[in-house]
């Protein structure tokens, strides 16, 4: 009685720790490299903001000082006498400046417009990026979870197996001890109580690597997880296809990237227009910094001004950097075409292959039905003394192993249906998984 009220809080804590599908999901947001990803888009918006200030006045201060090693003078010299009659100051040994200037490009060809249209393309391809990996860092948690789901039922089935050819071996030990058994049957009967143990210990290692590579995976430890057979999808390949197509973030990423090419075109083409602009400034001098004068020249050095300049020849190089623009263009459009057709063949391909999981998992089933049927044939039999002990175990065992194989089964068509939703973007797989 003890040790079943043992067991069964064993199974019962173990049951609170498992974590359910949606739980993993959550807990995708905290993992590391999307974090990461979150700082990346976080520095492209401060860039894109940064260039819209390329398209505001600049106010600037300075203040200059000098002390020069001997004062400024001019020397008079009239023609009627021999020799100059002295220096006359024409300054003071200290030199003070300030001015506060205020410029504007008033006209760049479009190249400010260029550069901040980029900028900000720029910050939503990080975006773009940052939820394509979300969506990448969803199917590699699926596919995880899915596999430790099988490695449970396959533990499940292993374990029962061992159960069966212990209960076999101990029946076959008593016939060997009353001389009705050959050695060689009893020691084929421990050999595989040997090998289904190093079977559960392989198993067990490789659910204990898959639980390792998820909680990397997350940032988070995971040490169970729960059936995840609740979800009931349904999939339709053409309006998958269609929002994959229209919605999906890698080929909206690249659809971006596109027009970011466009502007650098008119970044390029802004090189053939000439560049206007506009400067005042408030500007004072003095041999002080009160900047009231020296005494000799003006203290006020104020201005307003404007700029023109228009490059008219460089060597063909504005005409190759436009043509080098106009290739990446053609070039980014060639490679979303082929992306597009991509994603199209991988859905068709996924469609194919959830089409094979469905065809084994109905002939599993039926393994299942006849593996059943045989185990209580064999038991009947075993009862009458009609059927060995080994024959007994291994219907067991085959009925277990049947049983194990399809659930792993549904388990890897949960796993297929969750990447195909994937595959059409995150809002597919975010309505289908996340929501309620």
């Known amino acids: 009685m003890r040790n079943s009220l043992i067991v069964v809080l064993f199974f019962l804590l173990t049951s609170l720790q498992a974590e359910s599908y949606r739980q993993i999901l959550q807990k995708v947001d905290d993992a590391l490299a999307l974090q990461s990803a979150e700082q990346l888009e976080k ?3 401060y860039m894109a903001e940064a260039a819209k ?13 000098a002390y020069l090693k001997e004062t400024p003078e001019m020397y008079l010299h009239f023609p009627a006498l021999p020799v100059p009659t002295g220096a006359v100051p024409m300054g003071t ?21 260029a550069a901040i249209d980029k900028a900000t393309l720029q910050k939503e391809t990080a975006r773009l990026k940052r939820l394509d990996l979300k969506r990448n860092l969803y199917l590699q948690a699926t596919r995880l979870y899915s596999a430790v789901y099988a490695a449970d039922r396959i533990l499940e089935a292993q374990r029962k197996g061992l159960d069966a050819i212990k209960a076999a071996y101990k029946k076959a030990k008593g016939l060997y001890d009353n001389g009705l058994l050959p050695p060689a049957d009893l020691y084929n009967i421990e050999a595989k109580k040997y090998a289904m143990e190093a079977q559960i210990t392989e198993t067990e290692s490789q659910k204990r690597q898959l639980l390792n590579t998820l909680s990397w995976l997350l940032d988070a430890p995971v040490s169970e997880v729960e059936d995840p057979m609740g979800f009931k999808e349904e999939l339709s390949k053409a309006s998958l296809l269609d ?4 919605k999906r973030e890698d080929i909206l990423a690249l659809a971006t990237a596109i027009k970011a ?14 560049t206007v602009g506009l400067a005042a400034a408030l500007s004072r001098q003095g041999d002080t910094l009160e900047l009231n004068g020296d005494g000799y020249t003006n203290a006020n050095r104020s201005y307003v001004g404007a700029s023109a300049s228009w490059n008219l020849f460089d060597g063909f190089a504005d005409k ?5 623009a106009r290739a990446r263009t053609l070039a980014a459009k060639l490679q979303l075409n082929d992306y597009k057709k991509r994603v199209a063949m991988e859905i068709d391909n996924a469609f194919a292959e959830l089409g094979a999981l469905q ?14 049927e045989y185990y209580k044939l064999t038991e009947g039999r075993f009862e009458n003394q009609l059927a060995s002990a080994d024959e007994l175990s291994r219907a067991i065992a085959d009925l277990a192993a049947a049983r194990a194989h399809a659930a792993a089964l549904k388990s890897q068509i949960f796993a297929q249906k969750a990447a195909i939703h994937l595959m059409a973007g ?11």
């Open 43 to 45: 520095a492209a918006g």
């Open 359 to 372: 065809s084994k998992l109905i002939s599993a089933k039926m393994e299942v039905k006849a593996r059943e």
């Open 320 to 324: 190759n950097r436009l043509e080098a």
């Open 426 to 436: 995150l809002e597919s797989f975010e309505s289908a998984y996340l929501r309620p």
């Open 53 to 65: 200030g390329r398209n505001l006045p600049s106010l600037d201060a300075h203040l200059s000082a």
């Open 93 to 113: 040994k200290e030199k003070w400046q300030g001015d506060v200037t205020l410029s504007y490009p008033l006209f760049t060809g479009f190249a400010i417009t």
């Open 261 to 274: 090419n466009r502007s650098d075109e008119t970044l390029a083409k802004s090189r053939f227009y000439p």
């Open 243 to 246: 929002e994959a197509l229209q």
